[in-house]
């Protein structure tokens, strides 16, 4: 019996260990493949977001150089206009004032001479018949326009960049050139606002293989020749592509997406560090050999338990039971109570805590024992938190260092024999870093929106401006033939002051509007958010010929929201209208049609707030309906729009705690933005909201 039992007690020790080989073998396999996987994700990522940057980052340099090349058509038109030099000039300048990029206007003759500048007549009559911009169209197979390497201008003395375009008189014969010189430092700014990671640089190159700009050592690098760098091989074989090499310029090895920007001889390339990239990966790699060295050690152990139980079958067998049904209990409350980013709280009928792991307690303060945790952990007092549920929400709360936290709470009860609540299970998520990210997302649409807008918005300054100078001329000159009456002057004043006013208006809501947003939710009036939308959007509204009418009421209702966000989904709203309503009026032209778009509010049954913003575009197709909130989904044509207007406004309306939906109706389409009522008394002051005709007409 005893060498039968030492048989089987041999056999089942070698069957243990075989399938402990097993299983370490096939564990190894996993982590192999977990690594694998975790590597070939984050490179995937990088190439995603670096081509996503680099499509983003061409658009604007599309819109940039669209602006220069309307600028240098301006340029053309001016020399003929204005035969006098001072004339000139100061139609330079004016011109030179609406474009930030600019640095300065000039005209170079036929025989390469200065003929005007923006920087003053004292410039004029150098020659500069030997710039390559200007000799360029001494070609007989010359492009029309022109973009030339870094220099430094004679007349500006300012570095620049030189877009230049030919002019030609009525007969097509050459007459000079038209120059408006851009500055490199206006990307720069630029680029160095985006945050592509400690290594990761952006660069605008031209198709010539040179550097007209970089986010990083941009004095050491523009200009500088990179023809035979990895970036232009891979031009000559694709117009836009990604690659991972060493820089040409710092060395540095990384992620590189590049895209030609369309009719423009310019490349835009984002580069991300393969460091950042790869940041957390030798984490993760200890992490994974940890594990397998613990599932190891745990085999191993199990071995050495095993053992002792074929020893003392009897007893072992009831240690062994006894062992591992602690040490799983241990093991799975030891991975909850440990998952990274997780807070788990466990509190008895009264509140007190039964167990809360580290991280519950690094947060509140709050360990075994403690009472006063609810309000600090979740804003709610406990008698509040218990109700209804089981339930789920998210929390704004500040941790014991003072930092604002977003906590995803999920809590549920565990009830005795009767239903009565014995304890309440507490799990949240840390959501902090995601809504940040979140928050820089909807930042950055705000900022391309105003740069969208700008040529508008600086349109809109223009006439009050125009109309203050044209005042203050009128009284000069009226004072010249004498003192005016007073009646005059008030006149004239209350004029001056009303176009200030209007101009101080539109500045201040373009900072409002620009500012960062926060993530605290609050009372909102929409007749304030529909204020400050059309105040963006107001201009390209009057150049399209589309009216706008806003039926809601200052003061009247309340959402509870965030007002630069409402007032960006309402902006994306809004255009988007426009967009449709322009496209069908080229796919269908018809005659005496007002187009318009119509704001307003009213409150639902249910309690909530229903924000509408309907339009005479024709509508959404059915079979689009279902992708319209999609990420990168569009209808229209390539090169207009990024296709993430509309989804960052859902995500922005749902994070209100609201829905954003769509319905077709008679003629166009219906956007609905429900969000929940809020009341204004413990809200900020809203500011003054024009009438809803005064808004229309504006918008006219």
Not at 565 to 593: C, F, K, W
Request: charged share 20%; with cysteine.
């Amino acid at each position: 019996m005893t060498m039968i039992r030492r048989m089987q007690d041999r056999r089942l020790l070698t069957l243990y260990f075989a399938g402990a080989f097993l299983v370490l073998l096939v564990a190894g396999l996993l982590a192999g493949v977990a690594l694998k996987t975790d590597y070939q994700r984050r490179m995937d990522g990088a190439e995603r977001d670096s081509q996503n940057l680099a499509r983003a980052f061409e658009e604007h340099i599309y819109r940039t150089f669209r602006s220069l090349d309307q600028q240098s058509r301006f340029l053309a038109e001016y020399y003929f206009r204005y035969p006098d030099k001072d004339e000139l000039t100061e139609a330079l300048r004016g011109l030179l004032r609406i474009e930030d990029a600019a640095v300065q206007h000039a005209i170079i003759d036929e025989h390469g001479i200065l003929a005007g500048s923006s920087v003053g007549t004292q410039s004029l009559g150098i020659n500069l018949s030997d710039r390559a911009h200007f000799r360029h169209y001494l070609q007989p197979d010359a492009t029309p326009t022109y973009v030339s390497k870094p220099l430094v201008g004679r007349a500006s003395g300012k570095a620049s960049i030189q877009y230049t375009r030919r002019i030609e008189d009525s007969d097509g014969e050459f007459r000079g050139v038209a120059v408006v010189s851009f500055d490199p430092l206006y990307l720069n700014s630029f680029y160095q606002s985006v945050d592509v990671g400690e290594r990761g640089v952006i660069s605008l190159a031209g198709t010539d293989g040179i550097l007209r700009a970089r986010s990083i050592d941009m004095d050491q690098t523009i200009g500088k020749d990179i023809s035979g760098g990895e970036l232009m091989r891979s031009y000559q074989s694709a117009p836009a592509g990604t690659y991972r090499a060493p820089s040409g310029v710092d060395g540095i090895e990384r992620i590189v997406s590049y895209r030609k920007v369309r009719d423009f001889p310019l490349l835009v390339v984002v580069g991300l560090g393969l460091g950042d990239v790869m940041a957390g990966y030798t984490g993760y790699v200890a992490s994974v050999g940890g594990l397998y060295g613990f599932l190891l050690v745990t085999l191993v152990l199990l071995g050495g338990v095993l053992r002792n139980f074929l020893r003392n079958r009897t007893e072992a067998e009831r240690l062994a039971r006894e062992t591992v049904v602690e040490r799983r209990e241990r093991q799975f409350l030891s991975s909850i109570l440990q998952t990274a980013g997780v807070l788990v709280v466990v509190a008895e009928a009264d509140g007190t805590i039964k167990v809360a792991n580290p991280l519950f307690a690094r947060y509140f303060g709050a360990g075994s024992g403690a009472r006063a945790w609810s309000r600090a952990a979740t804003g709610e007092e406990f008698a509040a938190l218990v109700t209804g549920l089981p339930r789920s929400f998210e929390a704004q709360v500040s941790d014991l260092g003072g930092i604002r936290r977003t906590v995803a709470w999920t809590f549920t009860a565990v009830t005795d024999d009767g239903g009565e609540l014995r304890n309440l299970v507490g799990i949240g998520l840390d959501n902090t870093e995601r809504r940040a990210a979140e928050l820089m997302i909807y930042q950055s649409a705000k900022l391309v929106t105003l740069g969208e807008m700008a040529t508008g918005l600086a349109h809109e300054l223009n006439q009050p401006l125009n109309a203050i100078k044209l005042t203050v001329e009128n009284v000069l000159l009226r004072s010249s033939r004498g003192t005016p009456e007073k009646t005059y002057l008030d006149d004239k004043l209350d004029k001056i002051r009303r176009n200030v006013a209007r101009a101080a208006s539109i500045i201040d809501h373009m900072r409002i509007f620009g500012r960062r947003a926060e993530r605290t939710l609050g009372p909102v009036d929409p007749a304030q958010a529909c204020e400050g939308a059309l105040s963006i959007t107001n201009a390209p509204l009057r150049l399209a010929n589309i009216a706008c009418h806003v039926i809601c009421p200052a003061g009247m209702y309340w959402v509870r929201a965030e007002i630069g966000l409402l007032e960006q989904v309402l902006i994306n709203l809004i255009l988007n209208a426009r967009d449709a309503i322009l496209s069908r009026r080229e796919q269908h032209p018809e005659t005496g049609r007002a187009d318009h778009i119509e704001l307003s509010a009213q409150p639902l049954a249910d309690g909530r707030m229903q924000i509408s913003v309907t339009d005479t575009g024709g509508g959404v197709p059915e079979a689009l309906m279902q992708r319209i909130f999609e990420p990168f989904f569009t209808t229209k044509p390539v090169g207009q729009g990024t296709g993430l207007g509309l989804s960052l406004s859902y995500g922005i309306v749902r994070d209100f705690g609201g829905e954003l939906r769509v319905e077709n109706i008679e003629g166009g389409a219906c956007f609905l933005v429900e969000l929940p009522a809020a009341t204004p008394a413990t809200g900020p002051a809203a500011l003054p909201v024009p009438a809803p005709q005064a808004q229309a007409q504006a918008a006219q």
